[in-house]
Nanobody, 122 residues
């Protein structure tokens, strides 16, 4: 059974940091692009970052502005999102997603986690 399970979300003050983890099971992430998305109630889910299986190509949303770092550990079948200098507008549910090959858009993702909530208080 394919699963992506996120963890590491929580409540943090403005300017603080969190590290999100996404553990995959039921498949090997080695040849999969891994991405992080986020969603606020009433708004569309938006991509935060994506990293290819080789870790040679990556992209970040404009709003990241150098504050977040995506990484992966293929041996642990895990992806990470290190978030620093958090702002109140970063409050959202963060989702992990995976797709074979290069980073596709939202509609190209094959697998999704159930999300982990992040709340940034001012």
């Amino acid at each position: 059974q394919v699963q992506l399970v996120e963890s590491g979300g929580g409540l943090v003050q403005t300017g603080g940091s969190l590290r999100l983890s996404c553990v995959a099971s039921g498949f090997s992430i080695e040849r999969y692009a891994l991405a992080w998305f986020r969603q606020v109630p009433g708004k569309e889910r938006e991509e935060v970052s994506c990293l290819t299986g080789s870790s040679k190509r990556f992209r970040y949303a404009d709003f990241v502005q150098g504050r977040f770092t995506i990484s992966r550990d293929n041996a642990k079948n895990t992806a990470y999102l290190e978030m620093n200098s958090l702002k109140s507008e970063d409050t959202a549910v963060y989702y992990c997603a995976a797709a074979p090959g290069p980073c596709p858009d939202y509609y190209g993702m094959d697998y999704w986690g159930k999300g982990t909530p992040v709340t940034v208080s001012s």
